[in-house]
Each structure stands twice: as structure tokens, then as C-alpha cells.
């Protein structure tokens, strides 16, 4: 049997060189624990992560931002051991610069290791009267989605791009996508006024969502995968699977080892999410899974594909497919 190792000790190699930490924190909180965020990173940073996981749109950065001050005072980590990864939403699609230095004011830092575009979509710039602030998912009066029709999701993509290749700025020093299909990324290929392959996709991928075409196409150009809601997001569902119950005894690895073992076996980064201190600091082994392993355990999904993410805003994007939880109310 294969040697119990620390996933928070392995990187992945991108494509412009620089190093990825193969495991790392989601933090997309819900909206009332977005406080606890803050004693989330800093139990996972002592228990040995490098890598956290936020967005503009999670609202969680601020409270990262005074979890990484302290742990720098108390000396735990530099910052350059670190590597923190944010995302520009689709309500400011062309306007990069300006959410990316929001965010860095926030997280009080001077870089983001990467910079993701969060979404291949363009959203309105609608004002909340309330509260001064954006319109997160603007709806019609219908509660449809509403897209910013002039918009062009490259266009955030060349944003991020002109930032990352500016040699007189380095406020981030990797780019890359969320949720592009591989039609997609042809686009982002075929567009001959952009110069840089994308060094991450990060999707939805978990055993009952494997993509097993999309994660082939982008190892073969380069293209880092990173897995989102490994777990199936809330409530966890996919460590109720019975083949991820039958490996967790064999194996001798906690339910959600198992979910990273499988991921990272795959050679794609997973960034699980968890409040629970003691869930974040024990889950933190894997073990190299054989092929034989991760073929049972991607049938699950090539089988029967369900996608835990159902945004309706995302319903238009092509290779956003399966059943997801809605078809099942
Ligand atoms: P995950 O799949 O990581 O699941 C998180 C949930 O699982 C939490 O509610 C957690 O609860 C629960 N959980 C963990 N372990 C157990 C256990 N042993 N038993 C029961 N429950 C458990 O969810 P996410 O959807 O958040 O995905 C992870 C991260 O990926 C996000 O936080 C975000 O950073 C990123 N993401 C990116 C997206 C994109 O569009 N780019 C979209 C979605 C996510 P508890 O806190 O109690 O441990």
C-alpha cells in the first residue's frame, strides 16, 4: 500500500514556472460566517497550508487580509511562503485594475500569487440604492439573470493579461480562468491579440463531476487544473459515495483524504473548504491512488455526471452539463 504523505507539502510546477501548492483553503463562506473565516486561515496556515482560495465576490477577503497580518506578526509565516489566490467577478469584467487593487486592499498585500477571472460571463454594473455597493447576480424583474450584452468575457482575460505582463507591475504574478469549457478556451487560443496561455482552469471536479475530457485537454496545453467544491460543496455529499467509504477503510485515510488522493493523484490542485478546526487540521494526508483507483473512482461521475454548482446565471455557458441539485427537487 502507498506511503500516507502531506498534501500540504506538494507543489505543482505552472506554465510560466512558478510553483502551485497542490492543496489549499476554500473560502467561500456563507454570507453569516464570513467572521469565521479568519480563525479558519490561521488554524490552516499553523496545521502546514500555503495556498488560500478567495474571490472578490466571497466577501471573505478582508477578514483573510487581518488573518495573514497576524499570522505574520506572530511570525508563523512570510508571506512569500504563501500563495493566495483571488478572482475578479463578472460585474467588473472590464474593469481588472480597479477590482484587483480592491481586493489587494483588502487582503493587505502587495500581490496575489494568482489572479483567476472568476467567470466567462459579463454582468451589468448595477448600484444596490441601499447600500452603495454592486449587484453581485443582477436579476430582470422576472428574477432572470441579466448579462452585460456588449460585454466580452476575453476582454477580462486581456485585462488580466496587461496586468500580469506589465514588467513595471507585479501585483500578480500568475493568471488564469474559472469555469471555461474547452470551447472556450479555443476562443481564448484562436484570439491572435493575446499571448498567454492561461496557467489554471479551476472547475468543478469531484468524483461524480470528473470532466475527464476538459482536465485532458488542459494537461495537454499546460493548463493547470484546480478543483472546485471537491467535496460537493455544502453538506459535503460526496463523502456519503460508498466507494469513497470503502477506500477511506482500505486506505486508512479520512473520507475527505481520500476526495484529495484522487485529485491530486490526477495531478489537479484541490482547495476543499472547511470552518471546523479540527476538520481543516487532521484532514490533511493523501496517498497516491493506483490508476485502477482513480478509473473506479471517475466512473462514478463518467457514469452518472452531477454538478453540485447550479448557478442560473451559468446556465448559458457551454460544457455546463449533468444533473445538478434543482433537477432533483
Ligand atoms: P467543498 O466541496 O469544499 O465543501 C465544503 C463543505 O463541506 C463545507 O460546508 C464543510 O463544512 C463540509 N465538510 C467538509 N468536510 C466534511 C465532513 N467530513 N463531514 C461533513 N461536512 C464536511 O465546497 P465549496 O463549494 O466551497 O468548494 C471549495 C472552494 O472552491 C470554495 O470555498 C471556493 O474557494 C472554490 N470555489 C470556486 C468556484 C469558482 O467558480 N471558481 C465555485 C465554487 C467554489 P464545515 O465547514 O463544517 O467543515
Redesign the pocket.
Known amino acids: 500500500m502507498s506511503e500516507k504523505l502531506l498534501a500540504t507539502k506538494v507543489d505543482f510546477k505552472l506554465n510560466n514556472g512558478k510553483l502551485m501548492p497542490a492543496f489549499g483553503l ?3 463562506n456563507p454570507k453569516e460566517r464570513i467572521l469565521e473565516t479568519k480563525e479558519a486561515v490561521k488554524t490552516a496556515v499553523k496545521a502546514g497550508y500555503r495556498m488560500i ?2 474571490a472578490a465576490f466571497y466577501g471573505t477577503e478582508e477578514t483573510i487580509g487581518e488573518a495573514l497580518q497576524e499570522l505574520f506578526k506572530e511570525g508563523v509565516v512570510k508571506r512569500e511562503e504563501l500563495f493566495i489566490t483571488t ?1 475578479v467577478w463578472p460585474n467588473r469584467w472590464d474593469e481588472v485594475e480597479e477590482s484587483l487593487e480592491l481586493s489587494l486592499k483588502k487582503l493587505q498585500l502587495d500581490y496575489v500569487d494568482l489572479l483567476l477571472q ?2 466567462p460571463l459579463c454582468f451589468p454594473r448595477i448600484t444596490n440604492p441601499k447600500t452603495g455597493d454592486l449587484i453581485g447576480k443582477p436579476k430582470d424583474e422576472k428574477g432572470k439573470p441579466v448579462y452585460e450584452h456588449e460585454g466580452n468575457y476575453l476582454e477580462t482575460y486581456k485585462q488580466m493579461e496587461r496586468i500580469y505582463l506589465n514588467e513595471h507591475d507585479h501585483k500578480v504574478r500568475s493568471i488564469g480562468v ?2 471555461y469549457s474547452i470551447d472556450y478556451l479555443e476562443n481564448l487560443f484562436d484570439d491572435p491579440t493575446i499571448r498567454t496561455v492561461p496557467s489554471v482552469n ?1 472547475v468543478e471536479l469531484n468524483p461524480q463531476n470528473p470532466q475527464v475530457e476538459l482536465v485532458k485537454f488542459c494537461q495537454s496545453r499546460g493548463i493547470l487544473m484546480t478543483g ?9 455529499p460526496i ?1 456519503k459515495l460508498s466507494l469513497i467509504k470503502e477506500l477511506s477503510e482500505k486506505l486508512d485515510l479520512t ?2 483524504e481520500v476526495v484529495h488522493s484522487y485529485l491530486i493523484s490526477k495531478g489537479i490542485v484541490v ?6 478546526g479540527e ?1 481543516i487540521k487532521s484532514n490533511i494526508y493523501y496517498k497516491k491512488l493506483s490508476k485502477e483507483q482513480i478509473d473506479l473512482i471517475d466512473n462514478i461521475g463518467k457514469t452518472d455526471p452531477y454538478r453540485h ?1 447550479d448557478e442560473d446565471f451559468a446556465a448559458p455557458l457551454p460544457g455546463f452539463t449533468g444533473r445538478t441539485p434543482t433537477d432533483a427537487e
Open positions: 476554500g473560502t467561500a482560495d478567495t478572482k472568476h467567470w474559472c469555469n479551476q472546485y467544491s471537491p467535496l460537493g460543496s455544502s453538506g459535503a463523502l473520507t475527505n482547495i476543499p473548504r472547511s470552518l471546523n476538520r454548482i
